[in-house]
């Protein structure tokens, strides 16, 4: 399993729950009850996405365009920028902006679809992923607040199929939707990480490089592994020192310093996730020794294994 599958996989980017609006202008959807990771997208006419408190004007998105979103605080997804407030969602309820009351509830127009279905009306997916822990971090940590994906080839089909499978109602519909809803977010975010806005972290851009890409490919397929540079650089196909300074250069760590970190990361949603002991999640993460895996995982995290574990800070 490649880097980005990993980290999409153990951060638990799924559980995505889909739903497709199609609404006449003007249009306005405030949501405050915020996902770890939404993905927005319109499939046909205008839209605008602004994140709420963040100083930034709002995004305009073309038909086609994703819109990735990060932030931890509301955001607004409407017609056009200057849409007046119409809706907000709250506590899994759709509330009218300004007043307070409850939304009356409409009659889906299909499975997981919503609005009018008026003459020039856009057509907009929305996808919330459930993604957490200290893995889920790392996958967080590639995009800003707000990263916007303009409408591609490669982007296009996807996002019709996926507005056709939204409105099915099928055996395996929810497993579908998911699959698809995976392949729309890791098309954009290469699409995002190849563009002049991004700023990828280190470890993805050298997933390009031969040497240093296999290596990490290695290290995040055995974890646990008493890897040494040397095994590494043998990889690589390059000399112990070459590969080291390589790995730097590319990565902007040492590589022992990168295992250890992904080590931590994995130990620290193990500890929240399950009853093992440390002594266990240790050896999991290439320790022998529990004394010494508890020095490393308090450096990385601040605390002790026990005291993450009692205290919640996974979560």
């Known amino acids: 399993m490649d880097v980005l599958s990993d980290l999409l996989h153990r951060g638990r980017a799924g559980d995505a729950l889909v739903r497709q609006l199609i609404q006449r202008a003007p249009w306005s959807m405030t949501y405050e009850d915020v996902p770890p990771l939404t993905v927005v997208t319109a499939i046909g006419g205008p839209a605008a996405v602004r994140v709420l408190g963040a100083g930034r004007p709002a995004a305009v998105l073309a038909p086609g365009d994703i819109a990735l979103i990060t932030a931890r605080g509301p955001y607004t997804v409407a017609s056009a920028p200057d849409a007046p407030a119409r809706y907000v969602i709250r506590g899994g309820r759709k509330f009218v902006a300004g007043s307070g009351e409850v939304a009356p509830e409409r009659v889906p127009l299909a499975p997981r679809t919503y609005g009018d279905d008026a003459p020039g009306a856009t057509t907009m997916l929305r996808g919330a992923f459930h993604v957490t822990g200290a893995v ?16 591609g080839p490669r982007t296009r089909p996807v996002l019709e199929l996926l507005a056709a499978e939204t409105a099915r109602d099928e055996p395996g519909q929810d497993a579908v939707l998911a699959r698809l809803l995976d392949l729309v977010l890791v098309v954009a975010l290469r699409a995002w990480c190849a563009g002049p806005e991004a700023e990828p972290p280190g470890w993805y851009t050298a ?57 931590m990361a994995l130990a620290a949603d193990r500890l929240r996730a399950g009853d093992d002991t440390v002594a266990v999640v240790a050896r999991e993460a290439g320790y022998a020794d529990a004394f010494a895996f508890s020095v490393a995982f308090k450096r990385a995290h601040g605390v002790s294994p026990s005291a993450w574990r009692k205290s919640g800070c996974a979560a």
């Open 136 to 151: 889920g971090d790392r996958l967080l940590g590639m995009l800003p607040a707000l990263a916007v994906v303009p409408a």
């Open 207 to 263: 997933l390009a490089d031969p040497a240093v890409g296999a290596a990490l490919q290695r290290m995040h397929a055995e974890p646990a592994r008493r890897w040494t540079v040397a095994e590494l650089a043998a990889v690589g196909r390059l000399s112990r020192a070459a590969f080291a300074a390589r790995f730097v250069r590319q990565v902007g760590e040492p590589p022992l310093a990168y295992l250890t970190g992904w080590r």
